[in-house]
């Protein structure tokens, strides 16, 4: 079974500074990775996936992500904080099992990030 | 590329009462999925089909509740006997699967639900 592990509910950063929303993931296979960003009354949007290929993934807005499959970690940074990336992020796990085999992603329980001016 | 789209926004139901939720996929994609978000939680997996074909349902779809996708286009979400247990936000998505796509899902806005 497949499980992720979204550590801190609530960051708080000052504008400008750095951003680290952390994630952990088990699978049995190799994953595939992603991150979502929830506004308030929104659906998701994705901000950046990996799948194969470079471990380091840049996404929308600035973010990106380093997978390390060593630590089974997939932890998402920004350079530089905006006002504008307040909102929910999450993490999410599926593989492939097949043409039509399982898709479903796993998600963690989501990054409210807060930025304070 | 209109997105995906869901309709409605947001219900509001007595409990007992049956309740059912539309979403329209991005056109050529042909998976669709339905997940459910409680309060402070991430999305979990409910239901998810390629084209009409509904290829796999989660423990968490009781009998209470039905998806169809009868054409292979929009689907419909239906919950019978709406319990307070229910209330949450109801999200579709939708992908392609032209290769490299990777599984990479496209969610709509979500309908809120709220069981009294």
């Known amino acids: 079974a497949q499980s992720v592990t979204q550590l801190g509910s609530h960051v708080s950063v000052s504008e400008g500074a750095l951003v680290l929303l952390r994630c952990n993931y088990s699978?049995?296979?190799?994953?595939?990775l992603f991150w979502y960003v929830q506004y308030p009354n929104q659906g998701l949007q994705l901000l950046l996936k990996?799948?194969?290929?470079?471990?380091l993934v840049k996404g929308i807005n600035g973010f990106e992500a380093e997978f390390k499959k060593s630590e089974t970690s997939f932890h998402l940074t920004k350079p530089s904080a905006h006002m504008s990336d307040a909102a929910e992020y999450f993490c999410?796990?599926?593989?492939?099992?097949?043409?039509?085999?399982?898709?479903?992603?796993?998600f963690g329980s989501g990054t409210r990030l807060q930025v304070q001016p | 590329d209109t997105g995906v789209s869901q309709n409605p926004r947001h219900k509001i139901t007595k409990r007992g009462q049956n309740v059912t939720f539309r979403c329209d996929p991005i056109s050529e994609h042909n998976r669709l999925y339905w997940y459910r978000q409680t309060l402070g939680q991430g999305p979990e997996f409910l239901t998810y089909?390629?084209?009409?074909?509904?290829?796999?349902k989660s423990r968490l779809l009781s009998d209470r509740f039905s998806a169809e996708r009868p054409k292979g286009s929009f689907s419909t979400l239906e919950i019978q006997r709406t319990e307070q247990g229910d209330s949450a936000m109801y999200l579709c998505a939708s992908s392609p699967t032209r290769q490299g796509a990777n599984n990479e899902q496209f969610f709509g806005p979500g309908t809120r639900l709220t069981v009294l």
């Open positions: 999410a796990v599926s593989f492939i099992a097949g043409d039509t085999g399982r898709r479903a992603l796993t």
């Open positions: 990996y799948t194969t290929g470079a471990t």
């Open positions: 089909f390629q084209n009409e074909a509904q290829l796999e």
């Open positions: 699978s049995s296979v190799p994953p595939y």
